[in-house]
């Protein structure tokens, strides 16, 4: 009896050893979205690798799809030890963030020196009135993507090197039978619609600014709607496009059913994975053409990684940042997301197998065009979508359309 009871306590103890070990580890909430970039997978093999250097800390991940990312971040806000100590965030957020003080101002943390070896495009994500609050992570535009064998079978010898010229091989690649409808978008009614549209407004030498006031009725802002208008009107701008997000996009382009798209890097070792896609072998990609011939468009996909004001673990949540956003991991990650650090570019390991990606990303990620960016951007880019739709669909012209978008944004606060 004594030895029954003995070995009860004993077994008791050791239960209690075991809690007590387990609820030694810190544990930390981070939301990721899990949407191009880097995918779920890595994101799981990096933290894996973090916990094994840092055992006494477990991180629980969570994972929404980008339309979702941005309500997560804010209804979690004062959630206290049952929010997130690491969120995900888009270049426009910190904005709207920082005037609630959402995310901890990390701006001690930039030395001149880290400034100097990170993209200027990639600091600004992080950057609000001249404050950081967190660590760029993803750096990102959009590129043109295209089928070699399909311009080839068309007698087209060299890619396009402008807009205009996008659309002359698009007519000729639909005249031949080779596809039917030759560009394939990401136009839903969805943040990825405001993406594109700022590339065109790039290519078309827009801004969205002017005398300090928001406006869409510049007039590169309104080439940009007319000409993704008479895309579709020509019939060779994928009439689905206005229903596509950039998953859609890859998956048709993949398919053989495109000879241009315009989507994020991650397409690119995707779309050359035979396993994954019946045209690996002959993407091409190029940074997004511009007006003219030789020109270059650009627009700032970027994200970052920041610690919540609610975290009870601020040290460790930055200590867990600082490790996914270094220089080794996002080398060692860069089939997907390209890293945020100028010196990776020349890294042979880096640039293996993706040379062509390599090469255009260097010409386009020194003129990303940010998107406009106020604290009511959530506001902003819900009222831009549904004009941008409106016009897409003929229920506007592009005049009218932006004229009304300019007089509603200056609305907002």
């Not at 994928?238 to 991650?266: C, H, I, M, Q």
Request: charge should be neutral; include cysteine.
């Amino acid at each position: 009896m004594k030895r029954r009871v003995t070995l009860q306590f004993s077994g008791c103890l050791a239960a209690l050893l075991i809690s007590g070990y387990a609820s030694a580890k810190t544990e930390l909430s981070a939301l990721f979205m899990s949407q191009s970039a880097y995918s779920e997978s890595d994101i799981r093999a990096m933290t894996a690798d973090y916990e094994k250097q840092h055992p006494d800390v477990h991180i629980n991940l969570e994972f929404v799809p980008y339309e979702a990312l941005h309500d997560k971040i804010v209804a979690a806000r004062g959630a206290g030890s049952h929010g997130y100590d690491v969120v995900l965030f888009d270049d426009m957020w910190p904005a709207e963030f920082s005037r609630f003080n959402m995310l901890k101002d990390v701006s001690a943390d930039f030395t001149p020196e880290i400034k100097s070896k990170i993209f200027t495009g990639a600091l600004n994500t992080v950057t609000w009135k001249d404050k950081q609050y967190g660590m760029p992570w993803i750096l990102d535009t959009k590129y043109l993507y295209y089928n070699k064998a399909m311009l080839a079978k068309a007698g087209i010898t060299t890619p396009p090197t402008s807009w205009a010229q996008v659309i002359e091989d698009s007519a000729i690649l639909k005249q031949k039978g080779i596809v039917k409808y030759p560009l394939v978008w990401s136009w839903s009614q969805a943040e990825a619609l405001i993406c594109d549209y700022t590339t065109m407004v790039s290519a078309f030498k827009g801004g969205f600014y002017q005398d300090g006031k928001l406006t869409f009725t510049s007039p590169g802002a309104l080439k940009a709607v007319t000409f993704m208008k008479a895309s579709l009107d020509k019939g060779v701008t994928n009439p689905n496009s206005n229903e596509y997000l950039e998953e859609d996009v890859r998956k048709v382009f993949s398919n053989g059913d495109a000879a241009f798209a315009l989507n994020w890097t991650y397409m690119y070792n995707l779309a050359n994975d035979p396993k994954q896609s019946k045209v690996a072998g002959d993407i091409g990609i190029m940074p997004a053409p511009g007006e003219s011939p030789g020109d270059v468009a650009s627009m700032n996909g970027s994200m970052g990684l920041g610690v919540t004001q609610a975290s009870a673990h601020p040290e460790q949540a930055w200590n867990y940042i600082t490790y996914l956003t270094s220089q080794p991991v996002q080398n060692n990650y860069a089939r997907l997301s390209l890293p945020i650090w100028k010196s990776s570019y020349q890294d042979p390991a880096v640039r293996q197998g993706q040379e062509a990606l390599i090469d255009a990303a260097d010409k386009a990620l020194n003129v990303m065009l940010m998107r406009p960016i106020i604290p009511a951007y959530s506001q902003l880019s819900n009222m831009l979508q549904q004009r941008l739709q409106q016009i897409l669909m003929g229920q506007t012209t592009p005049e009218a359309g932006m004229q009304e978008m300019t007089k509603s944004a200056a609305r907002l606060r």
